[in-house]
T-cell receptor, first 114, second 114 residues
């Protein structure tokens, strides 16, 4: 059973701090990794994708991938109250039958305190 | 911007009714998905489709069926609604490209079965 694990939180950080969200996955052959943000009562929205080992930066967000450790993380710099949401880690299943399926973690709830 | 439209935001149905949830996407995506989301259980894949008239079971297909007669439209059918199908239902779409691509979600349908 392929799994994606996240700490459910809640993770609470003060405004302006760095929020660090972590995710591990079980399928060593996975190639594509995604972070979604979901505000309460809303649908998930894609905020980052990463395919290669290392860091990928987009504004205040940095995704980090370490395939050897089967670990992906999301850093949010200068956290704002508007970043308060649940963050879902998703991993694309290896090709070979399922086309485009993502396996989702259960999400980490982030709370940014003013 | 990709738009995924779900026909209803809220639905209330009675046990035993046949329920249709409709989803339309406007980006010519090959893949379409139906998920349900429940507290503590995360996003679970019900069915997906990677082409017209093609469908594959996800993790929890029991009690559901789907229809994809046109590329842009993917319907979820609850043959005989039961109270344990009360949930948030999310439709999503994606294209299959190099490195994969994340999902674009609709706004969700909150279904209550009484």
């Amino acid at each position: 059973q392929k799994e994606v694990e996240q700490n459910s939180g809640p993770l609470s950080v003060p405004e302006g701090a760095i929020a660090s969200l972590n995710c591990t996955y079980s399928d060593r052959g996975s190639q594509s990794f995604f972070w979604y943000r979901q505000y309460s009562g809303k649908s998930p929205e894609l905020i980052m994708s990463i395919y290669s080992n290392g860091d990928k930066e987009d504004g205040r967000f940095t995704a980090q991938l370490n395939k050897a450790s089967q670990y992906v993380s999301l850093l949010i710099r200068d956290s704002q109250p508007s970043d308060s949401a649940t963050y879902l880690c998703a991993v694309r299943e290896r090709d070979g039958g399922s086309q485009g399926n993502l396996i989702f973690g259960k999400g980490t709830k982030l709370s940014v305190k003013p | 911007d990709v738009k995924v439209t779900q026909s209803s935001r809220y639905l209330v149905k009675r046990t035993g009714e046949k329920v249709f949830l409709e989803c339309v996407q406007d980006m010519d995506h090959e893949n379409m998905f139906w998920y349900r989301q429940d507290p503590g259980l995360g996003l679970r894949l019900i069915y997906f489709s990677y082409d017209v008239k093609m469908k594959e079971k996800g993790d929890i297909p029991e009690g559901y069926s789907v229809s994809r007669e046109k590329k842009e439209r993917f319907s979820l059918i609850l043959e005989s609604a039961s109270t344990n199908q009360t949930s948030m239902y999310l439709c999503a779409s994606s294209f299959v490209g190099s490195g994969g691509a994340g999902l674009h979600f609709g706004n969700g349908t909150r279904l209550t079965v009484t």
